[in-house]
């Protein structure tokens, strides 16, 4: 393990040489392109101390990293490991990362182990994450854990995000104990790594369909580590790093949270026009699908009720749809009929 620890030391001393090497290229860096990126910072609400407080930097490409790695006397083939750098196909290395602002990621003991760049202006792919090395497996990693870890603790509460921007926008914020999975689905590595500091999880992704989507996905890992999570929907689409810059961090504590099955039966309902009878049958039978996988027969009765309300059915017949309650001594009755 010496040997191989040794390494991966070497490879976080690349990691850290470049995220300082961009961070002075964006505090210092004369020139178009860091003019752009300390502009698009700024426009996010990202200037004054931010950049320090989260190392943000600025690649300029062209081979200057690469050059700047040399001269501390690190090796090409130690900067194409750490995946700062590029195999130059016959040709000298370069750099992976091109006209980028940076956001270093830092694992939860706070070492640089990879990056994340996101284009200036136009262009694809609009963010370009590190790909996985020895040091780096984005499934688990969560950015952020290094900053909001002794938070999460002290409140036994993590938020989850999708991205950099909405952890530093609700770290600016004052709501200091957001963490996002990387550009990826929630794993269930990322959910153990939380659990070992918050007992309760928050996931507050963005208002569209794909946040939406993910926030169903994320549901349904949760059940299976048996931890337990709620909802906070952010309203009008937006995502949380808007919200927060439009209305503050306390304005995103007021919306509240909700648990996982009224969410589902939330997304649900807004799929149906429900003033029409044929919708709101549909909808009890898929809102009962969606209550199976209650245990706790006071919580089954309780959002039995809710569907009643909704439409129109009665709390027996609903009970039959889920499951959970037989009709009484209509089975067998049936049954005989059929046979008939």
Known sequence: AGASGSYKARL??????????????????RGEGPDAARKYLASRGF??????????????????????????????DEMIRANVALDGRGGPVRDRFYERVMFPIFDAQGDCVAFGGRVIGAGEPKYLNSQETPLFHKSQVL??????KARMASTGCAIVVEGY????ALHEAGVTNGVA???TALTNEQIRLMKR????????????GAGQRAIARGLDLFEQENVPARVTVVPGGMDPDEYVRAKGGQALSDLGSIDPTTYRLDTL???YDLSNAEAR????????????????????????????IETGFSEETLMEQVGKRRAPKAEPQREANTVS
Request: aromatic fraction near 10%.
């Open 181 to 183: 999975t990387l550009g």
């Open 47 to 76: 200037g004054g101390e931010v950049p320090k407080k989260w190392m943000l930097g600025y690649a300029p490409g062209r081979g200057a990293l690469v050059r700047h790695l040399s001269a501390l006397g690190f090796k090409p």
């Open 197 to 208: 500091y918050a007992p309760q999880i928050l996931i507050t992704y963005d208002g569209d």
């Open 12 to 29: 976080k001393d690349v990691c850290k040489a470049t995220a300082e090497f961009y961070h002075t290229q964006l505090m210092r860096g």
């Open 269 to 271: 309902a807004a799929k």
């Open 143 to 148: 950015y952020g854990l290094d900053q909001a």
């Open 165 to 168: 921007t909405d952890v530093i």
């Open 281 to 308: 049958a549909k909808y009890a039978v898929d809102a009962s699908q969606v209550l199976r996988r209650l245990e706790d027969p006071v919580e089954v009765e309780r959002f039995v009720r809710r569907l009643t």
